[in-house]
């Protein structure tokens, strides 16, 4: 079975940007112009965030994901 983790996505209407958050990846607050760039930056952005918190570690898992 797969772990997953959850991360907040919306729109901000007056920036006119995507925008990430999550109480599950500390850290991780990002934005991009389109939905597919989010999605990207949350993966790229999640992988280094858990392993400078420790989080991969603490769970017993591998650093890449």
Same mark, same amino acid.
């Given at each position: 079975m797969a772990? =997953? +983790?959850a991360a907040d996505i919306q729109w901000d209407r007056e920036a006119e940007v995507w925008i990430a958050t999550s109480n599950a990846i500390p850290? #991780?607050?990002t934005q991009a112009d389109s939905l597919r =760039? #989010? +999605?990207t930056l949350i993966k790229d952005l999640a992988a280094e965030l858990l392993v400078a918190n420790e989080i991969l570690k603490q769970a017993g898992l591998p650093k890449e994901f």
């Open positions: 772990n =997953a +983790l850290g #991780l607050c =760039a #989010l +999605l």
